[in-house]
């Protein structure tokens, strides 16, 4: 792929919509703020029925706002078909259901978002569906994982806390040959910077809330795949769980999609800015960026990725209070969850790698749309001020 076409035709693709000679040319995509659709005669009604998906009947089913959303995102991220929901966990949790049945095994990455793992572990469980958590860098760790009951390998790449990649070609390619499916967690490249549908991945899902939604005003999520595994996911989980995006978070979602790709460069740099300057504080221990000469596994994120994102994390042998007391004295960092929207923030941990003995303070940042320089500004004063 040539990527700077490739980021051309993105472009386009945010800001483009063919002419749609129903809306009177309107610029924008009507919201339809609506919860169903009437007919004037009754054999249209019924006739209706024949395709909850493709007609206008329910906006449990399919509402025109949302449905537009649907279409440019699949454009965007190169997949057949897209399914939009409530939050990200509506559509993880819709995504996973659908490929899983009781007695089946799923293989998962043990960095993977909290809520999806404790799902998988522990919700799953009362259905006698049993996951296995593996180290998502080793190929042989995954493939020593599986089992013959195994439906379902899970990634999230990179991850959110340490940004670790899984090899999605290699996965991708390994699952299918033993005839699972694949699923990877695309939140935090967004389809701007990855596209593992071209990788050979299954389906693809986002967490919408956080840069493709980008001005944290709304929650919303979206399954990506072939028409195939979508449509199952249209007319069961969505359908029966009710997990629906609704028309006016679609209406703001793609108002915030107009200016993904633009908003990720700016993220880019600004990101890789800030996780240069920390690189060389000696209060910091290591920067988990892949855009640093110091990052593990740079050459993979050069293969799969083109691009990063601006949420990265670094661990320090200071302690958890003592950051804490240093992320009071942020004034541009925030202290919050989520991320992806225009501000940054700031959230203090343990390092997910090791827990227990020698557990490292371990520090999240998310770069916001402020002048870099001004976010390089406050981390230095916070520190000088907090060990005077
Ligand atoms: C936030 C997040 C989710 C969950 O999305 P919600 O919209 O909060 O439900 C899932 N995966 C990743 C990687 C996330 O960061």
């Known amino acids: 792929m040539n990527i700077q076409n490739e980021r051309e035709r993105q472009f386009t693709a945010t800001t483009h919509d063919p002419h749609d000679a129903r809306h009177h ?17 009754y054999e249209d009604f019924e006739k209706a029925f024949e395709n909850l998906q493709e007609n206008h009947v329910y906006s449990r089913g399919n509402n025109p706002t949302v449905s537009f959303l649907e279409g440019k995102l699949a454009d965007l991220e190169g997949a057949e078909s897209a399914k939009c929901f409530a939050s ?45 958590f593996v180290d998502g860098s080793s190929l042989q760790a995954i493939g020593q994982a599986f089992r013959p009951e195994t439906k379902l390998l899970y990634l999230e790449s990179p991850t959110t806390q340490m940004i670790e990649l899984q090899d999605l070609t290699a996965c991708a390619k390994f699952a299918r040959e033993k005839g699972a499916i ?38 919303g999520g979206v399954v990506l795949g072939s028409k195939h595994l979508i449509d199952q996911i249209s007319n069961s989980e969505y359908m029966l769980f009710g997990g629906i995006m609704t028309p006016h978070a679609a209406s703001l979602i793609t108002r915030g999609l107009r200016t993904l790709p633009l908003r990720m460069q700016r993220h880019q740099e600004s990101g890789l800015r800030v996780a240069e300057h920390l690189n060389k504080q000696n209060y910091v221990a290591k920067v988990n960026h892949p855009g640093l000469a110091s990052y593990p596994q740079q050459d993979l994120a050069r293969r799969q990725m083109s691009g990063y994102s601006s949420l990265f994390s670094f661990s320090t042998s200071e302690s958890m209070e003592k950051m804490k007391q240093w992320a009071n004295k942020l004034q541009y960092f925030k202290i919050g969850v989520s991320w992806g929207g225009f501000e940054s ?27 870099p320089e001004d976010l390089i500004r406050d981390l230095d004063q916070a520190w000088t001020d907090h060990v005077k």
């Not at 610029?27 to 169903?36: A, G, H």
């Not at 978002?113 to 049993?130: M, Q, S, V």
Request: some cysteine; hydrophobic content about 40%; charged content about 15%.
């Open 25 to 41: 040319g309107a610029i924008t995509t009507p919201l339809y703020q609506t919860s169903l659709f009437s007919f004037a005669k």
């Open 88 to 132: 990200g966990m509506a559509a993880i949790t819709a995504a996973i259901m659908s490929t899983v049945r009781s007695g089946d095994h799923v293989v998962c990455v043990h960095q993977a978002y909290g809520p999806t793992r404790d799902f998988l572990a522990n919700y799953l469980k009362r259905f006698a569906i049993e996951t296995t």
């Open 182 to 219: 694949t699923i990877v967690d695309g939140t935090w490249a967004t389809p701007i910077f990855q596209q593992p549908i071209k990788l050979g991945v299954d389906m693809v899902v986002h967490s919408i809330t956080k840069y493709i939604s980008g001005h944290s005003d709304c929650l």
């Open 345 to 371: 923030l700031v959230t203090v941990g343990v390092s997910p790698d090791d827990r227990g003995e020698g557990a490292q303070t371990m520090v999240r940042l998310y770069v916001g749309l402020e002048s």
